[in-house]
């Protein structure tokens, strides 16, 4: 950052450099293996007294001069010249730090040119031995010019000891100079089997031809073994972290590995058939094919090295966009613009945040990426995200996919980068708030009717979550099928009032105009693919449909009606993520309804996908996951994991998230080297979120208060305690997630850049298991009080057995049936209509208070007894009831 920059975005300075540079190699290379060729070529003709051999080494010789001399030397000028324009930081630090390495490789070059030279202009007037000792020192330069600059290169991939020390002999000799070293020698005579065939070919006596192309198999063959154990060596001596970002990680170096491979074999297959007779032509098409394979296998090689340093162009010293640490830092504090030295533009304004863009765009990823071009476009790269995914695309840079490095600079500079490659490079509208769906109002319904004197029966119904989600993406994807579940409790009123669960039948209904969820969404469709089980229309995973019975569990004292397959879209059209279920108690021998009651079963598709993945509703001007949306989301999986998902779809065989990913919530055990589902989802995202307060959470939940869903609508909502009040921010959250998937190298390699509060630190945080382990509500309210600070739930978590959800009183009277579900708690407040959640307190006590509260306690004991029964401070005010007061 402290050069002019080179605008190459068509091409792009790393293309040019690798040009000239793998075919300086290839040549380079062909210098070492083919000077120790011809010495030893002279020596073969001397000692058998062969003339036709001393002459092809004669003749050999010329091409070798013009070959290596000329195009290899004004090559790795080319190579000078264009580094130092690409990255003139990085140029200019291994000239520095390795000027004497730089000083006796151009002595040896030197070497090198003079001792050809001599040799094919003196070759008939040097007696043998001063011919033989002239082509051996040619051989030792070239290969001591390849000791020096391996030295040089390998310390770009392993700097080893000299990141303390700062030596050039710990830098020189680093942990894979060696291997490194034995591997290139060993290129470097395949390289000269290959050229010995070309030349060969050259000749005209067909028995001479014949005996040189196999004596040049031998270059080719007889090194593979070595060659191969030296890969194994150079490819251990990177550090575990080089290799797994390298090999693992970064899905770029996949084809030019396979292709090394596959050319390796084709290399020494083909090499072997041409010591074969066959039909000149057949030779000089196998041989001109070898070639050309020859210059492909080094290249690949290359690039897989080249790869392998990412995200640096020097390893842990400078990353490719020429950013140390330190200057990084500096960035970070006072803006990447203020800090560079060659910029026009120093501070991000109103009106020149398209053209700081641009600024930044070249300083930080202009040295990887072109616009439009041949490799890396950033166009291709960021057509599937919205301004929104750009924005948290540079956010999470370098975090969870560390093959790139972190972006430098202030949130606006991030935000004027996002907007430059949204506005200019893609031609897009940015948007800064989150795309919500509107909302369908519903209609208000009047409370159910109950007789204080004449009923005996209380009948509480609930929903288990208090919001269920649905991706409704069926042809590409399910997160979460339409499955939602309802439980109750039936109570006898009385002075002791007693817990009803046998010798009654509890019976469910959909409010009108939900009966048909199959009319909407495409589950039914794909359920046998995806689950395995052929599904009747309008029926759930569990067997119910839009109305049926629920089930008794003894163990709670409860009734069940699970996984019924409500969805969000009445048969009007528009959205309603609050239909009704009309419940029932019915005595078993008289038959008679001893209650009933109705409660919400809160069911959303308003899931936030599109705002970073493109896209928009599948359901228009409702919610849902579009195929657009789902087919971006699918490509970045497919590409960062390696997987398929994308082409399964589009042929017809999407997929169950939770057939990979573990998920408590489904029962779904997974893969158990995959990352649970709730762990995978969040700690990726956590690196990657531009917020890290709940506008992280309204991303992607249908939280948003102008959404149609606005699932947070409990009490706690009005108290202005938000999602990250209870279950940490963002990277808390998915840090508390991923460390009881520690075990796990993705969950490690992901918790790594997440933050945590100090008050907690990294090693206090407690690890979660989502569903069944969750903030506690006595972690703020301690002892049934008011919180006596700021909520701060995060790390006091409650087990399965103490859950919310689950936990009953002394009674058996579940906290959840006179309080609702989470995020619903009482007094509720639905965006779409005041009293949707509040319908059992409404029809009870005639207030929108949990059921019993301000001494309520005749709803079910017909009388206000004079001790707390069912919690302690159960009898005091409503600590809230400003919140619902005109």
């Known amino acids: 950052m402290n050069y002019p920059i080179w605008e190459t975005l068509t091409i792009g300075g790393g293309t040019l450099v690798a040009i000239i540079a793998i075919f300086h190699v290839y040549i380079a290379h062909l210098a070492v293996g083919g000077g120790a060729l011809l010495w030893l070529a002279d020596l073969k003709a001397e000692r058998e007294g062969d003339e036709r051999m001393r002459a092809y080494v004669k003749k050999y010789v010329w091409f070798f ?78 290969w001591l010019s390849l000791f020096v600059i391996n030295g040089i290169l390998a310390y770009m991939l392993t700097p080893g000891a000299w990141l303390e020390t700062g030596s050039f002999w710990d830098g020189f000799l680093n942990p894979s100079f060696f291997p490194s070293l034995f591997f290139r020698t060993g290129m470097a005579i395949t390289i000269a089997g290959l050229f010995g065939f070309a030349t060969a070919l050259a000749l005209k006596d067909e ?70 007779r066959m039909p000149r032509a057949a030779r000089l098409i196998l041989v001109s094919f070898l070639i050309v394979v020859g210059l492909g296998w080094i290249g690949a090689f290359e690039y897989v090295r080249e790869i392998a340093r990412k995200p640096y162009v020097l390893r842990e010293v400078m990353y490719s966009n020429s950013f140390t640490d330190e200057l990084g830092e500096l960035a970070d504090k006072e803006g990447a613009l203020a800090t560079a030295k060659w910029t026009k533009i120093k501070q991000v304004t109103e009106e020149n945040r398209l053209e700081a863009g641009k600024e930044l765009f070249l300083l930080q990823c202009g040295a990887c990426h072109t616009v439009g071009g041949i490799r890396n476009d950033i166009v291709g790269r960021a057509e599937r995200l919205t301004y929104l995914g750009l924005l948290a695309a540079i956010e999470g840079q370098g975090k969870a996919l560390t093959y790139m490095p972190k972006f430098y600079g202030t949130r606006a500079e991030k935000e004027a980068l996002a907007e430059y490659i949204a506005v200019e490079l893609l031609g897009r509208e940015p948007f800064t708030h989150v795309k919500t769906a509107p909302p369908t109002y519903p209609d208000p319904a009047e409370p159910l009717p109950f007789d204080a004197a004449r009923d005996e029966y209380v009948l509480l119904v609930w929903n288990d979550l208090g919001m269920h989600c649905i991706s409704d993406s069926d042809p590409r994807f399910v997160i979460l099928p339409p499955a939602n579940t309802l439980e109750a409790q039936l109570i006898k009123r009385g002075a ?59 163990a709670t004292q409860s009734f069940v009606a699970e996984l019924i397959p409500v969805v969000p879209y009445p048969d009007g059209g528009g959205v309603n993520p609050y239909p009704y279920f009309y419940v029932e108690a019915i005595d078993d021998e008289t038959g008679e309804v001893l209650q009933r009651t109705r409660a919400v079963a809160p069911t959303s598709t308003e899931m936030g996908c599109l705002n970073c993945h493109q896209g928009d509703w599948r359901v228009e001007g409702a919610a849902g996951v579009s195929n657009k949306t789902a087919d971006n989301i699918l490509a970045v999986h497919d590409r960062i994991n390696g997987t398929t998902l994308l082409e399964d779809a589009l042929a017809g065989e999407p997929k169950l998230c939770q057939s990979c990913h573990a998920d408590p919530a489904l029962g779904a055990e997974g893969d158990p080297d995959v990352l649970n589902f709730s762990a995978a989802l969040h700690g990726w995202h956590a690196n990657y979120m531009p917020y890290d307060d709940y506008r992280a959470c309204q991303m992607c939940h249908p939280s948003h208060p102008n959404g149609s869903t606005s699932c947070n609508r409990g009490v706690h909502s009005q108290a202005g305690v938000h999602c990250d009040d209870c279950h940490g921010t ?36 407690i690890p979660r298991t989502p569903w069944l382990v969750e903030p506690d509500c006595l972690g703020c309210h301690t002892r049934f009080q008011a919180s006596e600070a700021a909520f701060t739930g995060f790390n006091k978590w409650q087990y399965r057995q103490n859950l919310y959800r689950f936990r009953t009183d002394g009674a058996g009277v579940r906290c959840i049936a006179c309080h609702n579900s989470t995020h619903a708690v009482y007094p509720a407040f639905n965006a779409l209509e005041e009293n949707r959640d509040n319908s059992q307190p409404m029809q009870y006590q005639g207030n929108q208070l949990p059921i019993g509260a301000e001494r309520n306690c005749a709803v079910c004991h017909k009388t206000t007894p004079s001790v707390e029964l069912h919690h302690p401070n159960i009898l005091r005010p409503f600590r809230n009831r400003v919140l619902i007061e005109p």
């Open 65 to 142: 001069l013009l070959l290596t001399m000329v195009a290899g030397g004004m090559s790795g000028v080319g190579i000078w010249f264009v580094i130092a324009l690409v990255n003139p930081a990085a140029t200019s630090h291994l000239i520095h730090n390795f000027v004497f390495g730089w000083a006796i490789e151009w002595v040896f070059f030197v070497g090198e040119i003079v001792a050809l030279l001599i040799y094919y202009y003196k070759f008939d007037d040097l007696d043998v031995k001063q011919r033989h000792t002239v082509a051996f020192l040619y051989f030792l330069f070239a």
């Open 496 to 554: 002791k009032p007693e817990i009803v669960d046998e010798g009654v039948t509890l019976v469910y209904r959909v409010e009108e105009g939900f009966e048909n969820p199959s009319a909407h969404v495409e589950f039914w469709d794909y359920a046998e693919k995806i689950f395995g089980a052929k599904l009747e229309k309008n029926v759930g995973l569990a067997g119910l449909g839009m109305q049926g019975e629920f089930h008794r569990n003894p």
């Open 207 to 276: 028995e001479t031809q014949t005996r040189l192309t196999r004596y040049s198999a031998k270059w080719l063959l007889y090194p593979l073994l070595p060659t191969a154990l030296s890969a194994v060596w150079y490819y251990y001596s990177l550090p575990p972290e080089v290799r797994f970002v390298a090999f693992d990680l970064n899905a770029q170096s996949h084809p030019f590995v396979a292709k090394f491979l596959g050319m390796s074999v084709v290399l020494f297959a083909v090499g072997a058939a041409l010591v074969t």
């Open 730 to 765: 963002m990277e808390e959250h998915g840090y508390s997630l991923l460390k009881a998937e520690a075990h796990k190298e993705p969950a490690r390699r992901l918790m790594k850049n997440l933050d945590v509060r100090e008050s907690v630190g990294k090693a206090g945080v």
